[in-house]
């Protein structure tokens, strides 16, 4: 009786791409499941699966370029596309057990108590190579800019890729104009001195300093979601008059949070108008 | 001898099933469920001249989430609905091909926790699997706990018989009963200390009564999500300090209830302890 | 004037535990392969109706209140609790996290009896 064969985990590798891909993925990557130290205890693949070894990313699912070329914001705000990933890694983890007899467990795309990831997909997509954080924030392809990823923590060793070498964001468009103006084009989409989210410094080519408020951020790309529902309720329930209250129930934003909340799936993702405006990948987004 | 023609009809809609993501499919015949439930509860019921009904199974979560020892990854992540998705193509193959009407079935709560078919007696029917001591769960000989999802038509096709031998207990169960009193589902979540199940095997190994506190499993098998929204919305509805009730609004069980309720579809099953620890099907969970 | 359909609370509190006592709250002897005498199917909301001499669907007003209403919201709370410490206790210890308190009992009875 000879012993079976060794796995050849670069072979299983190409495979596990080539699937993902043919599956609708735009580019894969792996992380080594050890190099997470920059995530919190409680929050790295370790702690989702015992015995890790490796973290799958796959990315895609980007708005098409029609989506963003149309005028109306409110296109995008329901027809989010993120969960088309989410679906493909789904299959993957079946794959990887069912084909090499590894353990494999998708990373839920939500969160867990305190509103908080299990493991954040984007360190592990910036871990895996498949993009850089940017100064708005997403994690950001060299050729297709914005996408949205899924990761599957696996026993698996599959052979790992390296962090990018060179950071996505900023463009070169990008560091010109912060050199002409002192701002970028998501910066001015969006500034954190007038109302906004963001605020940041270019140095060198490179983000020197970056500010994030994300409690606004959550107000425009959740607008509609449970936080905008509660806040709705909120101020519901604070109405004395019956008659108003009734016009509150029945109002337009306390329907639409509704109707948001019901289909998560696809209208999760409320604001896009710092990725509307930004460079990398911008090529893609053209059509005639 | 049966009629060569279901026979044959019936080999290739369980192939199609299972090419199409079924782990397991079994055909009923609808006069079975006569011995079970009332009318409006029956095949009949929902569609008139119903001839068969195929169910089909699958595994939901991966080996990989099994081994997770945070609950919460499995109750976010655990589900990806490929019964469904299998179920609308068998349908879809017996409208087109075969000229006869098909619907999957409604397996969905439509008053309370009552849905207008029962998927679990349809498995059972269908010669999948038998009713097990852990919450009537239905457990498959090889799987274990299946999800699953019934087509319901007007096409004839050969019924599978159903099992005779029971899956539940399995022999180990049997012995540990006899040995300690408990089986490891009984052991999990015992009625004495504030869980749900309850029962005991006879002489013959069977189980001769079974005791399962459905409500109490709802806390845990759907622990945020429309239940616990609208509990903790009754108690902020009464709460009249309007600050307190603020805090309640924002506070992470009713976010959490808010955030299950727009995911509910990914996050219909939150608890899993009685079946973590039940034997059956386990050696297909077992990988390196 | 009733806005929507729903059941008086008297009504409610004078027959909420019979109706979930008939309904699929509690689930007692439902597997297929025991004799007819000893299965206890539940009851539609029909037929708990003509037992009670209720309308249906003041039976079903009833059921899907009295299940909401069955444990409170602290069970719900407590469940968390539970669920996470059951599923990393049998991570570290296996079938032993549930099964050895029974083990243990079995052996002081046997102790008991052999003294």
Not at chain 1, 135 to 149: D, I, N, R, S
Not at chain 3, 16 to 32: G, P, T, Y
Request: hydrophobic share 35%; net charge negative.
């Amino acid at each position: 009786m000879s012993a079976a064969r060794p796995l050849d985990f670069d072979a299983a590798r190409a495979d596990l791409d080539a699937t993902a891909r043919r599956s609708g993925a735009l580019l894969t990557g792996v992380a080594a499941a050890d190099a997470f130290d920059a995530a919190p205890e409680g929050r790295r693949p370790g702690d989702v699966l015992p015995r890790a070894r490796s973290v799958f990313v796959l990315g895609g699912a980007q708005p098409r370029a029609g989506d963003w070329a149309s005028p109306n914001y409110q296109h995008m705000e329901v027809t989010t596309t993120s969960d088309r990933i989410q679906t493909i890694a789904l299959k993957m983890a079946h794959v990887i057990e069912d084909r090499y007899g590894y353990y494999a467990v998708c990373v839920p795309p939500g969160v867990d108590r305190g509103q908080q990831p299990f493991v954040s997909i984007a360190l592990a997509a910036e871990l895996a190579g498949c993009g850089s954080r940017s100064l708005a924030g997403p994690v950001l392809h060299h050729e297709y800019g914005f996408m949205y990823y899924a990761a599957i923590v696996t026993t698996l060793p599959l052979p790992a890729n390296r962090p990018l070498d060179a950071p996505a964001c900023p463009a070169p468009e990008c560091v010109d104009m912060y050199a002409e103006a002192g701002t970028t084009p998501c910066l001015k989409a969006c500034p954190i001195e007038d109302g906004g989210c963001l605020g940041g410094r270019i140095e060198d080519a490179r983000v020197a300093e970056r500010r994030y408020d994300a409690a606004r951020c959550a107000t425009r790309v959740q607008n509609y979601w449970v936080p905008g529902f509660q806040h709705a309720l909120k101020e519901t329930l604070k109405e004395p008059d019956p008659e108003k209250q009734k016009m509150m129930l029945f109002s337009s934003l306390f329907t639409r949070t509704l109707w948001s909340m019901t289909y998560s799936n696809v209208s999760q993702g409320q604001c896009a108008e710092c990725m509307r405006v930004c460079p990398v990948g911008s090529a893609r987004r053209r059509k005639q | 001898m049966a009629d060569p023609e279901p026979v044959q009809q019936t080999r290739r809609i369980k192939e199609f099933a299972l090419a199409a993501g079924a782990d397991v499919v079994g055909i009923a015949d609808p006069r079975r469920w006569d011995e079970h439930v009332p009318e409006g509860c029956r095949p009949d019921d929902i569609l008139p001249r119903a001839a068969s009904v195929v169910v089909v199974g699958t595994r939901g979560p991966t080996a990989g989430a099994w081994r997770s020892p945070d609950h919460r990854v499995m109750e976010v992540n655990g589900y990806d609905f490929r019964n469904d998705a299998a179920i609308h193509r068998v349908a879809d193959l017996i409208e087109h091909d075969y000229d006869r009407y098909a619907i999957q079935a409604p397996g969905l709560p439509t008053a309370g926790h009552l849905p207008p078919f029962s998927m679990m007696l349809a498995a059972v029917l269908a010669g999948l699997g038998t009713r097990s001591l852990a919450a009537n769960i239905i457990l498959n000989p090889k799987y274990g706990l299946l999800y699953y999802s019934a087509c319901i038509t007007t096409l004839e096709l050969e019924p599978d018989p159903m099992l005779e031998q029971d899956v539940c207990p399995h022999r180990m169960c049997v012995e540990s009963y006899r040995r300690f009193g408990k089986t490891p589902c009984l052991a999990a979540c015992p009625v004495e200390e504030g869980g749900c199940l309850d029962g005991s095997i006879d002489a013959d190994g069977r189980i001769d009564h079974s005791y399962y506190d459905r409500e109490r499993c709802v806390s845990r098998a759907m622990n945020f999500g429309i239940n616990s929204f609208q509990k903790a919305l009754a108690d902020i509805v009464a709460e009249a300090d309007a600050e307190r009730r603020d805090t309640m609004i924002h506070s992470d069980f009713f976010s959490r209830s808010c955030s299950a309720i727009t995911h509910y579809k990914e996050s219909v099953a939150q608890c899993f302890e009685c079946m973590r620890v039940c034997p059956i099907g386990r050696a297909e969970r077992k990988l390196q | 004037m009733m806005s929507f359909f729903f059941v008086d609370p008297e009504i409610y509190r004078k027959y909420k535990d019979e109706v979930l006592a008939l309904s699929h709250a509690v689930q007692v002897d439902f597997q297929e392969h025991l004799p007819k005498d000893q299965r206890h199917p539940a009851l539609s909301d029909r037929e708990i109706g003509e037992r009670l001499g209720l309308d249906e669907r003041v039976v079903r007003e009833i059921r899907c209140v009295a299940e909401r209403d069955k444990y409170g919201v602290e069970e719900f709370e407590a469940a968390v609790r539970f669920k996470d410490r059951a599923c990393r206790d049998y991570a570290r210890r296996g079938m032993s996290a549930v099964m050895k308190k029974y083990v243990d009992k079995s052996k002081d009875r046997g102790s008991d009896q052999s003294e």
